[in-house]
């Protein structure tokens, strides 16, 4: 399994940008499709975003399409959700997740194998 960290979290006005990075240890990085999640204060975990082991496809949830991206960098060992246009119901701690599979994105949490300890994001109106 790899192990995963978050950082970029923090505090943001409506309509800013942040940046969140998932840096993974271990080998074969290569091998797992990643994914944010997020889970709000009385609410469950939800998918956010998800990449393929190459980084050529990519799914979003429809509450994020259009102002969030989300990359890779397999040689670095990294995973990044670039965060425009946030909106005060973007507020949640950020989840970073790997699943082991080359064959597609992964949406949904229980196939993902590790998770990363979160990262918190505040969007104040």
């Known amino acids: 399994q790899v192990q995963l960290v978050e950082s970029g979290g923090g505090l943001v006005q409506a309509g800013g940008s942040l940046r969140l990075s998932c840096a993974a240890s271990?080998?074969?990085?290569?091998?797992?499709?990643m994914g944010w999640f997020r889970q709000a204060p009385g609410k469950e975990r939800e998918f956010v975003a998800a990449i393929n082991w190459s980084g050529g496809s990519t799914n979003y949830a429809d509450s994020v399409k259009g102002r969030f991206t989300i990359s890779r960098d397999n040689t670095k060992n990294t995973v990044i959700l670039q965060m425009n246009g946030l909106k005060p119901q973007d507020t949640a701690v950020y989840y970073c997740a790997a699943a082991l599979t080359r064959f597609s994105t992964v949406v949904a949490s229980a196939r993902y194998n590790s998770w990363g300890q979160g990262t918190q994001v505040t969007v104040s109106s």
């Open positions: 271990g080998r074969s990085f290569s091998n797992y499709a």
